[in-house]
């Protein structure tokens, strides 16, 4: 039995494998790749950003070595992500082991920070993002003031209808609606203050167009930056995510201040973070 090529012109593929004698075509299972020389000094970036020293990277790698190498290329492609005829066997690996990780929030700027990004309504959103109006909220349900908390609710989602149910004097002769709106408009836009223990930082939201040099350096007018990484721009272009590290705390604390939930444009606000 001999291994023939097809050639798929339509798509420039090339599939390996033989024909029974039945005349049906069987693709041959893939043996051990070498790089190409042409792809030798090609830069990878999608395996830089592995730390081939992490435990989770080891697990996920041990977990696709039992893969052949047409398992892998189907759970790629199912991603959208096709693997060049060139790449050798262990590339390919890694490659899915970053994709696993990516999936799984594993890696990237906000590693092990899952952000929740869909909510029920306003409501819910401000209770999650605001920490003031969630103490708010609590404050109320302690002391039994279901009116506040109601008013509140339908406040954030849908203000008209709370304006003709609420606003004037209560029974008590007390304005409900100017008290409770003026506690949730101080509370919605009060400061959010970070615990900044540590010169580490994880930022998202930044404009692309600034690329990783120009981010870099907006960043060193804090202070001296010990390590920039995980840069990464978004799929429509037009923001950008990563981690810097400053030799001290200090020059962290000072980005936040100076830059987190500052509005960039186009509606994103530049999201700052200190990490442990």
Known sequence: MSYVTLVLALSGLVVRGYLTPTGSWVRAKHTTRSPSPGSMGRPRTCLFALDYKDPEVAAEYAAVQEYDMDKIEEELMNDGIFVPATMDEVSARMMLVEVR????????????????????????????????????????????????????????????????????????????????????????????????????IAFNGLPAGLGEAGARSMFEGFGVIKDFTDFEVSDDFMSASGRVEYEEVESAKSAIDKYDGVDMGLGTKLVMKSLP
């Open 101 to 200: 990780m990516r999936k799984t929030n594993r890696m990237g700027a906000f590693v092990n920070q899952a952000e929740k990004t869909v909510f029920a309504n306003e409501y819910e959103r401000c209770l999650y993002e605001k920490p003031a109006f969630k103490e708010l909220i609590a404050f109320w349900s302690d002391r039994g003031n279901t009116n506040a908390v109601n008013l509140a609710v339908e406040y954030l989602n849908n203000r008209k209808q709370a304006k003709q149910r609420y606003e004037g004097n209560d029974a008590s002769g007390n304005d409900l609606w100017l008290e409770c709106t003026s506690a949730i408009e101080a509370a919605l836009n009060k400061k959010i203050e970070q615990v900044v223990s540590t010169g580490k």
